[in-house]
T-cell receptor
Framework: KAGVTQTPRYLIKTRGQQVTLSCSPISGHRSVSWYQQTPGQGLQFLFEYFSETQRNKGNFPGRFSGRQFSNSRSEMNVSTLELGDSALYLC?????????????FGPGTRLTVL | AQKVTQAQTEISVVEKEDVTLDCVYETRDTTYYLFWYKQPPSGELVFLIRRNSFDEQNEISGRYSWNFQKSTSSFNFTITASQVVDSAVYFCALSENQAGTALIFGKGTTLSVSS
């Protein structure tokens, strides 16, 4: 079974631009979550999508948004990029069969904002 | 508010030593889930274990063992006879929802095992 895939793996943008990151969950997984990892703040939860609806949301500004498609693939968008948005963005998927299960993480997208 | 604290930032041991990674959590919920993840140098987070708040039974998996104590809000992780391949960053995490998502992570403990 293929794991969680994220594209692109690396991205360089400049301040003020916007960026879209993509995540394909493991086949059959309906929940997709996004996390930001930085040296200073560590791993922080951004949001979770389930059945095309945002189910949980972390404490990030509105510049961070996401969506999920009917095939469970998800995208996250960051508008008006700031230097502090430079981070590793991780996507995780889980089966969500009604019981708490493990989240499987992708390799991440490394975003650098110049 | 919910919080996960991993007080040990870095630990260095020599191969075959036992090492314990500490994790203390805060939550007001009575039902919650605790996790440990490993992040090797390659960067991909690897799931190690999940524990429900109502199951305080300790668990052993090979060289890994976990000690969950609700009385002290701790969920510690012990590696017995450490190996160089155990070198990684280890994260403890908490989820307060039924799906076990929206993880709140600790800052992580970097474990270095030398030969």
């Amino acid at each position: 079974k293929a794991g969680v895939t994220q594209t692109p793996r690396y991205l360089i943008k400049t301040r003020g631009q916007q960026v879209t990151l993509s995540c394909s969950p493991i086949s059959g997984h309906r929940s997709v979550s996004w996390y930001q990892q930085t040296p200073g703040q560590g791993l922080q939860f951004l949001f979770e999508y389930f059945s095309e609806t945002q189910r949980n949301k972390g404490n990030f500004p509105g510049r961070f948004s996401g969506r999920q498609f009917s095939n469970s693939r998800s995208e996250m968008n960051v508008s008006t990029l700031e230097l502090g948005d430079s981070a590793l963005y991780l996507c995780a998927s889980s089966l969500d069969s009604g019981r708490a299960g493990e989240q499987f993480f992708g390799p991440g997208t490394r975003l650098t904002v110049l | 508010a919910q919080k996960v604290t991993q007080a040990q930032t870095e630990i260095s041991v020599v191969e075959k030593e036992d090492v314990t990674l500490d994790c203390v959590y805060e939550t007001r919920d009575t039902t919650y889930y605790l996790f440990w993840y490993k992040q090797p140098p390659s960067g991909e987070l690897v799931f190690l274990i999940r524990r429900n708040s109502f199951d305080e039974q300790n668990e052993i998996s090979g060289r890994y063992s976990w000690n969950f104590q609700k009385s002290t809000s701790s969920f510690n992780f012990t590696i017995t006879a450490s190996q160089v391949v155990d070198s990684a960053v280890y994260f403890c995490a908490l989820s307060e929802n039924q799906a076990g998502t929206a993880l709140i992570f600790g800052k992580g403990t970097t474990l270095s095992v030398s030969s």
